[in-house]
């Protein structure tokens, strides 16, 4: 079970930091992505990462802003997004991920949580 928290509203060139609380314990899975929808588009795949080696992925849209990482202390998974744009603005969720040829890969979920939403505007 995973739970999103740290969305809101920042202007351009702002900065957000999502989180993704985990119950239970990291080796339950392969790996851990953020995938964001836009309005009126599919979900895309922002960032992973793959616990058995640290390995983490990017989105190529994200270009050295974003940053994902684990936090053993708190449990977590953390998305922290820099020089944030109006493109970047949707509903980002965090699921078990697979990495496929590099990517992100949320595999043949059909059913997606609440997510927290970001929205970046002037």
């Known amino acids: 079970h995973l739970v999103e928290s740290g969305g809101g509203s920042v202007q351009p060139g702002g900065s957000l930091r999502l989180s993704c609380r985990i119950s239970?314990?990291?080796?339950?899975?392969?790996?851990i992505g953020w995938f964001r929808q836009a309005p009126g588009k599919e979900h895309e795949g922002v960032a992973c990462?793959?616990?058995?080696?640290?390995?983490?992925f990017y989105g190529d849209f994200v270009k050295g802003r974003f940053t994902i990482s684990r936090d053993n202390a708190k449990n977590t998974v953390d998305l922290q997004m820099n020089t944030l744009n109006s493109e970047d603005t949707g509903v980002y969720h965090c699921v078990p991920s697979g990495v496929v040829s590099g990517t992100c890969d949320y595999g043949d979920l059909e059913v997606w949580g609440q997510g927290t939403l970001v929205t970046v505007s002037a």
């Open positions: 990462i793959r616990f058995r080696d640290g390995a983490t």
């Open positions: 239970g314990v990291f080796s339950d899975y392969y790996a």
